[in-house]
């Protein structure tokens, strides 16, 4: 696609050489990170950063971002102290916040605002969660996380855990992952929070093999990589339901066998579903992951603010 201006809303929007792209550019800003610079490729340019849910990572990562290449930074966090807590309409603060700044990045508890947002306005807008849509530059970070822990994207077995009706970069990453060849998706879940239909119909008109249990011991084996999700007790209307998964679903190094060779990820927060034990393994990458989220998000703001970029 070609970059500059566009928006991202979601996982499918990307091709192969797309992430190329990215990933490129990531690897030059990783080299800005390194030497602890600030480079001036978005000198005079503003983003706003409107979170109207809560965040720590994805908020402060962008904002890190913006900064290091000299971007100045306007800010939200939580909805209760802007206009849209006196219903005010998600197109009117779009328009408001389209003439105050050069790029949008927006997490909201709606479904589809962001790309309501999108819609009314000429600036970038980045998509960084609406509650059951996409995560889309979370799932880029994971496959970028991906490749530099198993140096290949080709000829993978995942396995995804836990929570994956609710965590949305799961299927984000599903829609990422099956662009790459020989992929394999284990979904290990209890029976109440499966791999909603959508995501399994795409990867069955794709032809990709998938299976789903709910025995996390069985389906670890022989993935290549472990991705982990929190159980999200804010999602569940009904507290009992929570209450019946809670604690069913904690990862110890003894389930995995003591296996150091399962790349073990999460998008965090964690919480309790993966033992502090886990991290002294060398295999626990997400940490690293989460070194990735300025990297790739600096690439993303510099190619959609000021790259010419084309691909496909
Ligand atoms: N993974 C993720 O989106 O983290 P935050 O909610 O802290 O942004």
Redesign the pocket.
Known sequence: MYFKHKHILEAKQFSKKDLEVIFLEAERMEKIIWWKEKWNLLSGKIVASL?Y?????????FETAAKRLWADVITVAGSEITSLSKWETIEDNAKIMEIYSDLIVM?HPETGSVARTAKVVNKPVLN??DWAGE?PT?ALLDVYTILKEREKLNNLKISIVWDLKYWR?THSLVYLMWLFENIEFTFISPKELKMPKKVIEFLEEKNIKYSEITDYKEGIEDSQVLYVTRIQKERFEDLKEYEKVENNFILTPEILNWNTDITIMH???RVNEVSEEIDEMPNAAFFRQAKNWVPIRMALLYLLLISHKYCD
């Open positions: 979170f849910e809560p965040s720590t990572r994805t908020r402060l990562s997490r960084a969660w995560h979370q970069t998008p965090l927060p």
